[in-house]
């Protein structure tokens, strides 16, 4: 795998086009069963432009409520099954997760009421960056450092007022395969400062992707580099058998003096599955006697 350049604020990722799957090496869909989840796709999508248009009417607790609903539909228009492992906290919480797919997007409003974090980007999208907008995303400039610290005053706020809030601090995509491809500097540490000055859990969530007709490890909901939504979204289509898995783990109680560097580190450890580098040092409550995680599986296609 090559080096890429590593930008503190645009973070890039080793994958590339040998990071997909090849046409035929997994089970694919038929041309029909592709239209067909178009067809319901873009049904869902278009219900979604009404949904923008009530969300503001609605409660608080029915705005979340229809979100998720939405985003479940969603993914299973589009033949993606989601799974969750765990339970997550009903209090406010920062939730931090790694970064493969669009469909994380997806994935985390399925399971939560979480106000996002996106790049600006996100916002142009035909109609989801409508929905996102009026769920209250908060949408970053990438080309505006200078921007940071206004955004995570915004993100601490947001956790001060109860709600839980999702970022994926990777700052890029990659392919989730290989820890060789895994974007350079790791999780950024700007927004855990967030959770730390409102006093606010975090909650590392672990998202993968596989094929259950296999039951092996897929790229095939990588959405990477230059490559179009388009692209991506056809890959999804074409997919048999797509299960797309968010595994909750324990939350971090930060201290208000805790390092964000090291907050970071143990969050990280706790996506990626490696052994913690936390000095003793480290200002982080231990976790509670009741752990969030729980043993039970929850299939959300059922």
């Known amino acids: 795998m090559t080096a890429v350049p590593y930008d503190l604020w645009r973070p890039t990722s080793g994958c590339g086009p040998t990071c997909l799957p090849v046409p035929g090496d997994a089970p694919e869909v038929s041309a029909a069963r592709r239209l067909g989840r178009m067809a319901a796709g873009l049904a869902v ?14 409660p608080v607790r029915e705005r ?15 033949g993606v099954r989601l799974v969750v492992r765990g339970r997550l906290p009903r209090r406010r919480a920062l939730l931090v997760a790694n970064h493969v797919s669009w ?26 960056g ?13 080309a505006r450092p200078r921007d940071l610290p206004d955004t995570v005053a915004r993100l601490a706020a947001l956790l001060r007022s109860g709600r839980p809030a999702a970022v994926f601090p990777e700052g890029t995509t990659w392919c989730g395969d290989a820890g060789d491809c895994r974007p350079a500097g790791g999780f950024r540490p700007a927004m855990f400062q967030a959770a730390i ?7 590392p969530l672990r998202i993968g992707y596989r094929c259950a007709a296999t039951d092996t490890a897929t790229t095939a909901a990588a959405f990477l580099g230059d490559e ?6 056809r890959r999804v289509l074409g997919a048999r058998d797509l299960v797309v898995t968010v595994a909750v783990t324990a939350a971090l109680h930060p201290a208000a003096d805790a390092d964000r560097r090291v907050l970071a580190r143990a969050a990280e450890s706790a996506v990626h599955l490696v052994p913690a580098r936390v000095p003793r040092t480290a200002a982080l409550h231990p976790l509670p006697t009741r752990p969030v995680v729980a043993s039970r ?3 959300l296609a059922a």
């Open 45 to 58: 999508l278009l219900a979604g432009a009404g949904l923008a248009v009530l969300l503001p009417l609605l």
């Open 64 to 78: 979340e409520a229809a979100t998720r609903r939405w985003a479940r539909a969603t993914a299973a228009a589009l």
């Open 103 to 128: 469909l994380d997007i997806l994935a985390v409003l399925a399971v939560s009421p979480a106000r996002m974090m996106a790049k600006s980007e996100v916002r142009t999208w035909p109609l989801i």
């Open 130 to 142: 409508q929905l996102a907008g009026v769920a209250g995303t908060v949408f970053v400039d990438r």
């Open 197 to 203: 000055d409102a006093g606010a859990p975090v909650v």
């Open 228 to 233: 179009t939504l388009w692209r991506s979204l």
């Open 297 to 299: 599986e929850l299939d």
